[in-house]
């Protein structure tokens, strides 16, 4: 398949393995296909998904970009759709007392970056995205953000956009620059911002 321009972003479950590993699994396998469906049901701006990997789902889109506040209202509604979802649970489940630790364990963190060359190739079904920018959209789960809950943007995806159309500062957050290292792949500059307290 012929290597396009792509949008990638992954809304991530934080606190997964914990959550798996401490809770019931007759709970946390309702739990967890709950907040993922929820999540693709607030996609608002028609991003496709590529996989669901347990924990996350791999969003993608080819062609025109969102502008920057279209993609970033699209994360804050999967932030507190997210929210949204973990409260019904609590009601659903209340009769289990596991369900009170839920919002303490888990959080969402969204991961947006952008590859001029990505393969979106069928697989059965499935269509498989491949491309070194793939491989860094999930290394870029793993960084030095000192927060649990955030939207993380790659330098690659910000530089698409004129630095005049770019809002840095929300009425609930300021885009924060940090950059990583990553071992065959080199530094990586991006921009976070804190998502903790939409939530109310």
Same mark, same amino acid.
């Given at each position: 398949?012929?290597?396009?321009?792509?949008l990638?972003?992954?809304?991530? =479950?934080?606190?997964?393995?914990?959550?798996?590993?401490?809770?019931?699994?007759?709970?946390?396998s309702?739990?967890?296909? &709950?907040?993922? @469906?929820k +999540?693709?049901?607030? @996609?608002? /701006?028609?991003? !496709?998904?590529?996989? %669901?990997?347990?924990?996350?789902?791999?969003?993608?889109?080819?062609?025109? /970009?969102?502008?920057?506040? $279209?993609? +970033?209202?699209?994360? #804050?509604?999967?932030?507190?759709?997210?929210? +949204?979802?973990?409260?019904?649970?609590?009601?659903?489940?209340?009769?289990? !007392?596991e +369900?009170?630790?839920?919002?303490?364990?888990?959080?969402?963190?969204?991961?947006?970056?952008?590859?001029?060359?990505?393969? &979106?190739?069928?697989?059965?079904k499935? =269509?498989? *995205?491949?491309? $070194?920018?793939?491989? =860094? &959209?999930h290394?870029? *789960?793993?960084?030095?953000?000192? /927060?649990? $809950?955030?939207?993380?943007?790659?330098?690659?995806?910000?530089? $698409?956009?004129?630095?005049? @159309?770019?809002?840095?500062?929300?009425?609930?957050?300021?885009? #924060?620059e940090?950059e990583?290292?990553?071992?065959?792949i080199g530094? %990586?500059n991006?921009?976070?911002?804190? /998502?903790?307290?939409?939530?109310?």
């Open positions: 398949m012929k290597a396009t321009p792509t990638l972003c992954i809304p991530d =479950i934080s606190g997964f393995t914990k959550f798996m590993s401490d809770t019931d699994i007759e709970l946390s309702k739990v967890i296909p &709950a907040l993922l @469906n +999540v693709i049901y607030a @996609n608002k /701006l028609e991003l !496709k998904v590529s996989e %669901i990997e347990g924990d996350a789902i791999l969003f993608y889109k080819t062609g025109g /970009l969102p502008t920057f506040t $279209e993609l +970033v209202y699209q994360c #804050r509604l999967f932030y507190t759709e997210f929210y +949204v979802q973990l409260k019904i649970l609590q009601k659903q489940y209340k009769k289990n !007392k +369900v009170d630790n839920i919002p303490d364990m888990l959080g969402l963190k969204i991961v947006l970056h952008y590859g001029k060359e990505i393969s &979106a190739v069928p697989i059965g499935k =269509i498989k *995205l491949m491309g $070194e920018d793939v491989i =860094i &959209a290394r870029l *789960l793993k960084n030095e953000i000192p /927060l649990e $809950e955030y939207i993380l943007i790659s330098e690659a995806l910000l530089s $698409e956009y004129n630095i005049d @159309n770019i809002e840095r500062n929300f009425e609930w957050g300021e885009l #924060r940090l990583a290292e990553y071992k065959h530094e %990586i991006y921009s976070y911002i804190g /998502l903790k307290h939409l939530e109310d």
